[in-house]
């Protein structure tokens, strides 16, 4: 199993940024897929989750109307598009996938560091 992410780096505020989650070992449409977020010195956080066929989402307060998730199920890939970035958004973002039913699986990504500094 891995998930990987890619797309992260270095932004001024009010930029944009797109990050990529590439799955494989699992059967993608499967799992719920989500981002997490941690800051330095902070819990790891959510920060948007997507239904298995993409159909639904949700996100944290403190990134509604800036960021979407999506999935390409065909793919295997889930996004993360940030647009509006602002300081506070500075964190590694790392992958999850889920499965609800028996038998649970979560799955991690190693993570991708996003700055936004001027």
């Known amino acids: 199993v891995q998930l990987v992410e890619s797309g992260g780096g270095l932004v001024q505020p009010g930029g944009s940024l797109r990050l990529s989650c590439a799955a494989s070992?699992?059967?993608?449409?499967?799992?719920?897929m989500s981002w997490y977020r941690q800051a330095p010195g902070k819990e790891r956080e959510s920060v948007a989750a997507?239904?298995?066929?993409?159909?639904?989402?949700t996100y944290a307060d403190s990134v509604k109307g800036r960021f979407t998730i999506s999935r390409d199920n065909a793919k295997n890939t889930v996004y993360l598009q940030m647009n509006s970035l602002k300081p506070e958004d500075t964190a590694v973002y790392y992958c999850?996938?889920?499965?609800?039913?028996?038998?649970?699986?979560?799955?991690w990504g190693q993570g991708t560091q996003v700055t936004v500094s001027s």
């Open positions: 999850n996938a889920y499965r609800s039913s028996w038998p649970v699986a979560d799955y």
């Open positions: 070992g699992f059967t993608f449409d499967n799992y719920f």
């Open positions: 997507i239904s298995r066929a993409g159909e639904s989402s």
